[in-house]
């Protein structure tokens, strides 16, 4: 392999290889809209955790898992 070459295995950029992600990755990651999220931000209290880099936005992987554990609704258990 030249020296140009880049394994494409070291340029991955697959969501499910990263920690931090962008609001459109976030989105897909969650299953809701790039609005939503951009919406969410604004809130105080409830917003899901984001680090701002100038003007680049990143979510933590392990805080959009927390958001989604902390909202589950209870399931209907079956009887038997």
Not at 53 to 63: E, Q
Request: glycine share 8%.
């Amino acid at each position: 392999m030249r020296s140009s070459q880049i394994s494409p295995e070291k340029t991955s950029t697959s969501a499910t290889n990263q920690r931090w992600l962008n609001t459109a990755e976030a989105a897909k990651h969650l299953g809701c809209s790039v609005y939503f999220l951009n919406r969410n931000r604004q809130l105080s209290g409830q917003a899901i955790p984001f680090a701002r880099l100038g003007r680049c936005v990143r979510y933590d992987i392990l805080d959009l898992d927390a958001y989604l554990e902390a909202r589950k609704v209870g399931t209907v258990g079956r009887e038997g």
